[in-house]
Each structure stands twice: as structure tokens, then as C-alpha cells.
């Protein structure tokens, strides 16, 4: 599988952006995969976002995003999206889709992912 992932840019603080990731060469199993996204700010690790679970029907998300941010996926078209509104400065980071484990519920670890997009770079400024 091939993860693309889209929607980066420069925005205002308060402000916001919807990230696009798209698979391909998945065929019809994308359904079959928990999906996340990740970030990481300069000189700082790669940290979890939020993540949907393969049914579409749980979400996840990191405390720092909760109530900010949502995660949906369409499993006809094989995209995962991340809708990021009220942006803070410190949500400044390069943005990663990733796929995780068929059928899995593991989900808030980079180890629990196994195929990761080239990234897209999102900038909050103050």
C-alpha cells in the first residue's frame, strides 16, 4: 500500500485545515486497517493524533487535540481525513498518515503501524 498524504499549509492561529491521506494499492482491504495520524514538530518525536478504528465506528484521539480535531474515513474511496479546527501555534508539525494492523485495535503507538505517508507539512502562525 501507498499512503499520499495532502492538505498542509500556512494558517492563522484559530484557524483550519483538513488533511487528506489516500491509499492506493490497497484494493479492498483499506476497510480492514486501523488508520492514524501522527505528528512531529522540529526536534521533537513523532507523536500520536488520533486514530479510527477499521470499523469507522471508534475513534481516538490525543488530549492535546480532543474537541479540536476529527479523524473520519471513507472506505469507498480508500481516504482517511483529519478535520484540524481552532489551530494552535503548537499543532505546528509535519503531519503523517499511517496504516496500522488488519482488524487491530492497537492504535496510539508508532510500533502499532506498519505503512506511513511521505507527510505534509502544517504551520500555525501567532
Known amino acids: 500500500v501507498q499512503l499520499q498524504a495532502s492538505g498542509g499549509g500556512l494558517v492563522q492561529a484559530g484557524g483550519s485545515l483538513r488533511l487528506s491521506c489516500a491509499a492506493s494499492?490497497?484494493?479492498?482491504?483499506?476497510?480492514?486497517?486501523?488508520m492514524g495520524w501522527f505528528h512531529q514538530a522540529p526536534g521533537k518525536e513523532r507523536e500520536f493524533v488520533a486514530a479510527?478504528?477499521?470499523?469507522?465506528?471508534?475513534?481516538f484521539y490525543a488530549d492535546s487535540v480532543k474537541g479540536r480535531f476529527t479523524i473520519s474515513r471513507d472506505n469507498a474511496k480508500n481516504t482517511v481525513s483529519l478535520q484540524m479546527d481552532s489551530l494552535k501555534p503548537e499543532d505546528t508539525a509535519v503531519y503523517y498518515c499511517?496504516?496500522?494492523?488488519?482488524?487491530?485495535?492497537?492504535?496510539?503507538?508508532?510500533?502499532?503501524?506498519?505503512?506511513w505517508g511521505q507527510g505534509t507539512l502544517v504551520t500555525v502562525s501567532s
Open positions: 499511517a496504516r496500522g494492523g488488519l482488524y487491530s485495535t492497537k492504535y496510539a503507538s508508532k510500533s502499532d503501524y506498519y505503512n
Open positions: 494499492n490497497s484494493g479492498r482491504t483499506f476497510s480492514m486497517y486501523v
Open positions: 479510527i478504528s477499521w470499523s469507522a465506528g471508534v475513534t
